[in-house]
């Protein structure tokens, strides 16, 4: 089971991530937007989100029940940049495995 955090403003992943999944025999996708007081894409905008917990809150979103999220991901390249692996490791589950594209 793939857990994927997306920024607010992602559309992409809802339709195309959701087909995409559906493909793959034995793969579930469960999807959490991290809330932005903000539209611009920014660091400033994604600063605000973890200083505000809300990277967190997405996270806990997927959490239960415990266990089924088996992979997470960040469903945003500038955010994983940004923010970098380690600090978005840490607002998830302890012992979860996070993904980046570096991996």
Do not use: H
């Amino acid at each position: 089971v793939l857990g994927v955090l997306q920024i607010a403003t992602d559309m992409v992943l809802d339709i195309e991530g959701a087909l995409l999944v559906g493909q793959l025999p034995g793969v579930n996708l469960r999807l959490a937007k991290i809330a932005f007081d903000a539209e611009a894409i920014c660091a400033d905008t994604y600063e605000d989100a973890m200083a505000k917990g809300r990277v967190r809150t997405a996270a806990d979103s997927l959490a239960l029940p415990r266990g089924y999220v088996t992979l997470w991901g960040v469903a945003c390249t500038s955010l994983s940049f940004l923010i970098g692996r380690d600090r978005l490791a840490a607002e998830l589950p302890e012992g979860a495995r996070l993904v980046t594209m570096w991996d």
